[in-house]
């Protein structure tokens, strides 16, 4: 597993990988990815180029500085055992009880839904088992909208969109994904939010995963009411912004600029896809997450879930931790890391 980015210290998603990778074992016999050879690497680049050359190569021009969380993430990927904040997250086995949802489907529901993303994966001729030398890549600012090239698959409109953030090397071809959109979509799921019923989306902003929201949330079955933001929101997809008296169901600012009108205002779950170093004790971290607008660390969870499901390893979805679980896991394995710093 690799992740690209600038600055990719900064970056929770490798314990995110470490900690669904370590949720997965879990289940043993049914899980076939041989965790004893799996691999996490940092690749800091501002080129999708050199992204691809780790891929291949094993090494780019610029090592990565790998930041507060240099010892924890040098433990995952070098000593194949688990380190301190990953054993202590992987105690919990279920959500924290304020960061779980009363929405979620029937567990019925559930395998049928998370078969269906193997089906798609099928349908798509993306390879439904993990071959034994493959490649993932996670990727973030400033790479997302700089893959466009026929040698990569892609499983959705991610390419058009310019927002690829999740590449895979099956060892014979490399697929992309764009799961930011997704996620956004999941995280307003997870809340109550009735997306495939028309729920009204209020979005500010207009960068790669702004139009990957955009264009999951219509695709859904919902709709989208534009605000004003740094650009224009542009994507291949003709829609008009919704301009009627509705209130506003989910709003997402991907701007950050903190002034908003009265009615984004008033929208009761708005969330805020960026996120900080947290500090506290575990019910403060928590407590943090339960504020509006909502912290970056639900749509990282959600997202970084997206990209199993649908391009790493969709044969698994039904194995996957729910989004409450992994922030609840998170947030334990946040507290310890701070003894890396």
Known sequence: MRFAAIPVSHSLSPLLFGLVMSNLEKFGKNIDFKVKKTKLELVETRAIEDALGWGYAGHTPHPPQMGVYRGALWEISNRGSRPESLEAALEIEDADPRLSSSFESELEDQEVHSHS???QAQLKHLPTHCLEHEVWLNLTSPLKHQLSSEAVSTIDDSMSLQSVNALRWDGQAWWCAGVDGSGVVAVA????VQVENGALLGIVGGGGAARATVDSWLKTGGTVRLFPGKRLLEIPLEFESDDSDRSIDFAVDFDGNGEYDEEFEACPTRLNPRYTNLEGD??????????TP???RWMLAAQHLESWRRLWAPQYAAYLPSIGLLLTQLVHAESVLKTYA
Do not use: K
């Not at 799921?189 to 109550?192: E, I, K, N, P, W």
């Open 117 to 119: 993303f193997l089906l």
């Open 189 to 192: 799921q997870y809340h109550g």
């Open 282 to 291: 575990i019910e403060s971290r928590i407590e943090h997450l339960l504020t």
């Open 294 to 296: 909502l912290d970056g």
